[in-house]
């Protein structure tokens, strides 16, 4: 059974930072990919970007890259999403989840952490 846990969600203001933390219990099963995603208020679920566990490829969505970076420890089984230049559209639960069968499909989720950003 694999767990995902989010954590750092919070709030900042317009321009402002934060730091999320997704750490990845698989038990005997092996990380192909991980990403993160995350859903607005009266919106679908959104890809924001995701990271191979291999190599540490990355991948974003349009509208955060050159401001959110994915890293992942491959010796803690962790993965962040460091998010700079925040704007108030940034505002979502943000989800962890984990590709543990390669077939570029995400596998399990995290719970979700709230971000809120303010001007």
């Known amino acids: 059974q694999v767990q995902l846990v989010e954590t750092g969600g919070g709030s900042a203001q317009v321009g402002g930072s934060l730091r999320l933390s997704c750490a990845a219990s698989t038990g005997t099963l092996r990380l192909y990919a991980m990403a993160w995603f995350r859903q607005a208020p009266g919106k679908e679920r959104e890809f924001v970007g995701s990271i191979s566990w291999g190599r540490g490829q990355t991948d974003y969505t349009d509208s955060v890259k050159g401001r959110f970076t994915v890293s992942r420890d491959k010796s803690k089984n962790t993965m962040d999403l460091q998010m700079n230049s925040l704007k108030s559209e940034d505002t979502a639960v943000y989800y962890c989840?984990?590709?543990?069968?390669?077939?570029?499909?995400?596998?399990?989720w995290g719970q979700g952490t709230q971000v809120t950003v303010t001007s």
């Open positions: 989840a984990a590709d543990v069968v390669d077939d570029e499909d995400w596998d399990y």
